[in-house]
């Protein structure tokens, strides 16, 4: 009898039968001849070091963490009291909490309770009310139906699929991204199939934008090259062009034929204003040609972990718009088959209730105010330190991060002594700090400034 199988009385029922049918086979096969005894053990034996030291999975190299997601490891692991994360861009409250808005407790309430399959493309409604979003309520192309919006997971997924679009169906397949950028563009960009370069964007010199050579390297760009643009709060380095610069990004890009992707991860999160926060899509889709614009609702819902986003793509007519739509359809389905239905019926039911609209407006205006109070606080306090060199960019730059001028030793330095976790590239997240925990990182900063080389 097997050892690790019960004995069965005479009353045994069919599955008891049958289970005392398979014992007798087992057992059968274990007393079989001795050739399948020894092939037993060859089995038994290789079966055995799979599961131990030999797997088959042995050769895999550990990665390194994820340069963004890694401080927070980081951090996680260090017992220190006065620990400070500024490196993940989630908003915290003035307690250092994660924020639920308010708006988000009533939208739940009234969103559905449908937990059935969404169309590959995603919640309708939300599509549409994410592209008047984006491109304003009158926006032509809308009106036009020009605009084909699905539904994707996040901002991140949304520039995914975007790129794997484009590098199927667009006759170029070289995306230039800012100098620099947003640490997983790359790797999103490349992994999809299309070729990555970049452009100038930031002059550590002045700490704000290098227009020049911004203007030369997408002058110098091949003609149809698709062009990846931060919609605003350019992320790392909170820097973005102006009103007027930006008309002429638009100019020299439409003249050469460049195709704008647009990344907007933070709308309503610089100024506290959607439509402010728009601008620089709504002119690009003003003029009527093409273009893409991805979309996030993780920073200005604080959605992040619902994963709600979406991607646009603008087309020169209702047709085309169409077609490209069946195309999107065809990257969809065999990446995740249909986005996940909860967040967004969430998001639709903001965006189609005037009232909880503009709760969140309200709600949103408060998160970028109280960054933008951060800021002033933090150059105060290193003002009042007699901090070395000039912080004024701490206030001229704008959204989520601030991008310090630190250089790696000097975070390495504020990590060690302080417990403040930053990326390696001096990056800090405003959103993370509040009142009571400025006066710590302006002491790091000072200390790791008069230092640490
Ligand atoms: C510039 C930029 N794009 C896209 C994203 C994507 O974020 P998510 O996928 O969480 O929406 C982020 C998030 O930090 C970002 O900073």
């Known amino acids: 009898m097997h050892p690790q199988l019960p004995s069965l009385g005479a009353n045994s029922s069919s599955t008891d039968r049958r289970l005392s049918a398979l014992i007798r086979h087992l057992e059968g096969s274990s007393s079989s001849s001795s050739a399948m005894e020894s092939q037993n053990q ?78 590959i493309v995603g919640l309708a409604d939300f599509n549409k009310l994410s592209a008047k979003l984006i491109f304003g309520a009158d926006s032509p192309a809308i009106r036009e139906n ?44 490349t992994l999809a199939g299309l070729s990555v370069k970049t452009y100038s964007y930031y002059d550590p010199a002045t700490r704000g934008l290098n227009f020049q050579g911004l203007l030369e390297d997408l002058g110098s760009a091949p003609s149809g090259a698709i062009v990846l643009l931060h919609a605003c709060a350019h992320n790392p380095t909170g820097v973005d ?31 506290g204003s959607l439509d402010a926060d728009a601008q620089s899509v709504r002119m690009f889709v003003a003029d009527g040609g093409e273009c893409l614009a991805a979309q996030s609702y993780a920073k200005n819902m604080g959605l992040y972990g619902e994963r709600v986003g979406a991607l646009s793509i603008v087309c020169k007519t209702a047709d085309v718009a169409g077609r490209v739509e069946s195309q999107l359809k065809l990257v969809i389905r065999p990446m995740y088959s249909n986005p996940p239905i909860h967040g967004a019926s969430i ?26 109070s951060m800021r002033q606080q933090l150059f105060d306090a290193l003002c009042a330190r007699g901090t070395p060199g000039d912080w004024s960019h701490i206030v001229k730059q704008i959204g989520m991060f601030t991008f310090t001028g630190l250089n790696s030793q000097q975070v390495t330095f504020m990590t060690k002594e302080y417990h403040i976790y930053l990326t390696s590239d001096g990056r800090i997240s405003m959103a993370g700090l ?13 200390a790791a400034v008069t230092r640490v080389a």
Not at 166 to 176: F, G, N, P, S, V
Not at 435 to 444: G, M
């Open 42 to 119: 060859t089995i038994s034996a290789s079966a055995t070091s799979a599961f131990s030291d030999n797997s088959v999975f042995g050769h895999v190299v550990r990665a390194p963490e994820d340069a963004i997601l890694g401080v927070t490891v980081a951090y996680n692991k260090d017992p220190s009291p006065v620990k400070l994360n500024l490196g993940v861009g989630a908003y915290r409250t003035e307690e250092g909490k994660p924020l639920v808005l308010t708006v988000l407790q009533f939208a739940l309430i009234c969103s559905s309770r449908v937990k059935e399959y969404l169309p």
């Open 146 to 189: 020009r605009v084909t919006t699905v539904q994707c997971l996040s901002g991140t997924g949304s520039l995914r699929v975007g790129a794997e679009f484009l590098a199927k169906h667009y006759h170029q397949r070289t995306i230039y991204i800012p100098q620099p950028t947003w640490g997983n563009h790359v790797k999103i960009f």
């Open 241 to 271: 062009p102006t009103l007027q610069q930006w008309e002429q990004i638009r100019q020299l890009m439409r003249s050469k034929g460049l195709l704008p992707f647009f990344d907007s991860a933070y709308q309503g999160f610089a100024s």
């Open 347 to 372: 998001v639709a039911t903001i965006l189609k209730d005037r009232n909880m609209f503009n709760e969140w407006t309200i709600e949103l205006k408060a998160m970028a105010d109280r960054i933008i």
């Open 434 to 446: 509040s009142s009571k925990t400025v006066p710590h990182l302006a002491d790091a900063i000072h």
